[in-house]
């Protein structure tokens, strides 16, 4: 899946009652949030583009619309020059996904999000250009299989917060999972 997503802050609505516009490629359906509230959110892969379908969902200027490409397969440059979210499949230990991350987005610096899975569970992002921030690892309960978690993540950051925001990432109806730095060793950090 590499192409235009669409993010939707679903608002009155949780995301398991959320319906998919027609057309579209894989979706995802998550809570995240900080410690307090949070919202439902729902990410769509496709050919869908604001305002086309009427009826569906009414135009949100508040939705997050943006280019993402799967980092690890893509060999078209200008592809991942131009992405504004980069993703990695091949979950990866602590260590190896940050010199992934501090990797792909070194040769991108366009890219304002990137994030790959860890084979101990969940993923991690880092947001800015060239890897400035700091990697954190999150969404425990997303399987690796989930790309579109980048998506949502980069709604997260268009919308003026921080990864290190968030504190948890779900699948919508999952129990809480806390997102959690990435520590000194490139581990998880004590208590996450």
Do not use: I, K, N
């Not at 992934?100 to 070194?106: F, I, P, R």
């Not at 610096?109 to 999150?138: I, K």
């Not at 690796?144 to 779900?170: E, I, K, N």
Request: with cysteine; aromatic share 4%.
């Amino acid at each position: 899946m590499s192409g235009h997503v669409v993010v939707r802050l679903l608002t009155g609505a949780p995301a398991s009652d959320a319906r998919t516009v027609p057309g579209t490629g894989p979706v995802l359906r998550l809570s995240m949030g900080p410690a307090r509230g949070g919202w439902d959110v729902v990410a769509e892969a496709g050919p869908v583009r604001q305002g086309c379908a009427a009826g569906r969902y009414p135009p949100d200027p508040t939705a997050d619309e943006h280019f993402a490409v799967e980092a690890d397969t893509c060999a078209d440059r200008r592809r991942l020059d131009c992405a504004d979210v980069l993703y990695g499949r091949l979950p990866r230990p602590p260590a190896a996904a940050a010199r992934w991350l501090a990797e792909v987005t070194a040769r991108h610096p366009a890219c304002a999000l990137a994030a790959v899975p860890v084979t101990d569970g969940g993923w991690m992002a880092v947001a800015g250009a060239a890897g400035r921030g700091t990697p954190t690892v999150l969404a425990g309960t997303v399987p690796p299989d989930q790309p579109l978690l980048a998506s949502c993540l980069h709604a997260w950051l268009v919308r003026g917060h921080a990864l290190t925001d968030l504190a948890y990432v779900r699948p919508a109806g999952a129990p809480l999972m806390a997102a959690s730095p990435l520590a000194p060793d490139g581990g998880r950090q004590q208590g996450w």
